[in-house]
């Protein structure tokens, strides 16, 4: 029989650095914390062989006492707590105290360290996880931590390693993860004696735009909302900047990078209505909460957190970004601009990144280079050419479509077309200085599909049904939640042949589908008729649009249309509803869309995720035909 013994403390090192030190990135994120623990606000990181060969961290931190160098690598020996109430409410990066006493098990490690009020440093060295005697060093006020040979001990554990290309990206992405969070610490990033990354203390914009690059902030939606004791800042960025996978997503608890499901679902829920199929959304948000609520110490690498009120978490998560994404119209300027003058990484940066913003709200730049927009009127108005008038007979066939009124409208004296909306509606649509509206006026249809608009800033292309189509579903939602869709009766109500088990779903909820603005009768066993439509939708096809209701109702039953796929039904009915391909578009009918979509909520995607509209700049024509060059 085998008895039971205690391990030897060199094989329970090795053991928890399994855990800990997965790989050299684990072992960089350990010693990088430690750095911002202690107060550090410049940090530099040494790399070598992908972190295989060496990580060294040198920051300027408080430092560690002559006498607490032993200590700092001994087994759960830490400052940061003392008792298990400070465990139940962390605020520090680290607070278990096995991180560099694993690393030291698995590697030749030394740790100088020279604090501010002392004249001289002293360093330790553990090889193999034995510690040699403290001795005297030089050293600037701070602490270095040098790993040199990962896993030299533990040959099988070492061969589980990547190759040092991927190792190094592995380490790239942790050093951009902790700098991201801490825009406030200057970082220095070199690899194989080459820098990579060098990053000045600066505001969280610029920060933000030199690691996640100028694509990224300029499709970047900024946030700032607080309440009931939780705060979230960052950025969200705009739909049409999706990914194909999670790469992009920078979710912060308190400074620390995390990966938490009940976040996760509440960001993906705050995008459903505008993402498009499998895409993921892109942000860097940082949620900042009393320690007390949420729970550190249920992960070894510490990635993983557990909220004390996840419901709370998830419903502050949901609509802080919800209400961020539907305060976007069609047309609107981005609300982060970039500009010059902010340090960018080396032209040898392995990860890729673009350089960065230099504020969140810088204007928009001159003199360098850039086309100046030029002031035009922009109005309705008739061709003033002679060549026109001369081939009158070309533009009759061409736009012998056209109503008469149209026509009427060219010979009225220039000026823009009235828009539709209310007085109201006017007033809170942004307008540039010359009273241009964000999408310009209507200047022709497309090949039915698409609308040619001149804006202030060049040419606008909407994508006519798409864009209705986010009208549409909007209009449709707000009137559901206010109380019920108002319903158009139709003058000739339209039959089709049914099953019996649609007719027995319009028997059974025929009342209560009058919510949705839809108002169904069975004229017999196999025969529905339509009797009335969402106002909205009474151009559409009634039949297919009485068919996708009675579809989901009968496959999820009505309570649960109206309530948790309530926004699936009317996204389908706002499709069946939306003007489709090659319907001729009057001017005043395309300008009508215009205003609507610079009205409406989220108007700048399609209720798939879609763009619905692209902008053309004078800077992008002139490149297009090489003006000025």
């Known amino acids: 029989m085998k008895r039971i013994h205690a391990l030897p403390d060199h094989l329970v090192n090795q053991i928890a650095a399994g855990e800990v030190v997965e790989r050299p990135a684990s072992a960089l994120k350990e010693m990088l914390e430690n750095s911002l623990d202690a107060g550090a606000d410049r940090i530099t990181v040494d790399l070598a062989q992908g972190g295989i060969k060496l990580i060294r961290v040198t920051d300027n931190g408080g430092g560690i006492v002559p006498d607490d160098l032993p200590l700092a690598l001994d087994r759960h020996a830490t400052s940061k707590i003392a008792s298990l ?30 604090p501010h009020e002392e004249a001289h440093a002293y360093q330790i060295i553990a090889i193999d996880g034995a510690l040699h005697s403290v001795e005297p060093a030089a050293h600037a006020p701070g602490t270095s931590v040098e790993v040199v ?35 406030q610490v200057e970082f220095l990033l070199r690899h194989n004696g080459k820098v990579v990354w060098r990053l000045p203390a600066q505001s969280l914009a610029e920060r933000v735009g030199a690691l996640l690059g100028k694509d990224f902030v300029e ?4 946030l700032e909302t607080a309440a009931g004791g939780l705060q979230l800042a960052g950025f969200v960025a705009s739909p049409t900047y999706s990914k194909a996978s999670r790469d992009a997503q920078y979710f912060y608890v308190n400074g620390r990078f995390v990966r938490d499901k009940t976040a996760q679902h509440a960001l993906r829920q705050a995008y459903r209505d505008v993402l498009h199929h499998d895409r993921h959304p892109a942000y860097a948000l940082f949620l900042t909460i009393d320690p007390a609520g949420v729970d550190v110490n249920v992960h070894p690498t510490k990635i993983e957190v557990r909220f004390r009120e996840s419901q709370a978490i998830h419903q502050f998560l949901f609509h802080s970004v919800n209400k961020a994404l539907a305060a976007t119209t069609a047309g609107a300027a981005p609300a982060v601009a970039l500009a010059e003058g902010v340090a960018t990484p080396s032209s040898a940066n392995l ?13 928009s730049q001159t003199g360098n280079g850039r086309t100046p927009v030029q002031s035009y009127r922009y109005e309705q108005q008739s061709i003033p050419l002679g060549v026109a008038r001369e081939a009158i007979g070309v533009y009759d066939a061409m736009f012998s ?47 039915g599909v698409y609308i040619l608009s001149q804006c202030q ?159 053309l700049t004078m800077k992008d024509l002139d490149n297009l035909f090489m003006r000025g060059r």
């Open 351 to 363: 990860s890729g990144a673009s350089p960065a913003p230099a504020g969140l709200f810088a204007t």
């Open 85 to 114: 109430a400070d465990l139940e409410s962390v605020a520090t990066l680290g607070f278990r105290g096995e991180g560099l006493a694993s690393i030291a098990s698995v590697s030749r490690l030394t740790l100088i360290s020279r």
């Open 401 to 447: 479509g056209l109503r008469e009124e149209e026509r009427q409208a060219d010979t009225r004296p220039a000026g823009p077309l009235p828009s539709p909306l209310p007085a109201a509606t006017l007033a809170t649509l942004p307008d540039s200085d010359d009273g241009i509206p964000p999408l310009g006026f209507a200047l022709a249809q497309l090949h």
């Open 457 to 615: 800033e060049g040419l606008i292309v909407v994508d006519m049904h798409a864009a209705h189509e986010r009208i549409v579903y909007e209009r449709l939602k707000n009137a559901l939640e206010a109380d019920s869709i108002p319903m158009q009766p139709l003058l000739l109500p339209v039959s089709f042949a049914a099953d019996r088990m649609e007719a027995a779903t319009v028997h059974e909820h025929g009342e209560e589908m009058k919510r949705l603005g839809v108002e169904l009768a069975p004229l017999s066993p196999t025969q529905i008729a339509v009797r009335g439509v969402p106002v909205w939708l009474k151009d559409g096809n009634p039949v297919e649009l009485a068919r996708a209701v009675l579809k989901d109702v009968r496959e999820f039953g009505l309570t649960r249309v109206l309530t948790e796929r309530r926004n699936e039904l009317l996204a389908t009915m706002a499709c069946h509803g939306a003007v489709r391909a090659n319907r001729q578009l009057t001017l005043a009918e395309m300008n009508a869309l215009l205003r609507d979509m610079e009205a409406t909520e989220r108007s700048g995607q399609c209720n798939h995720g879609r763009p619905t509209w692209s902008r």
């Open 219 to 222: 499709a970047a939606l900024p």
């Open 149 to 183: 040979d990962l896993y030299f001990n533990t040959p099988a554990r070492r061969k589980f390693l990547k190759s040092e290309n991927t190792e190094y990206a592995h380490c790239a992405a942790t050093f951009e993860r902790i700098a991201l969070a801490h825009p």
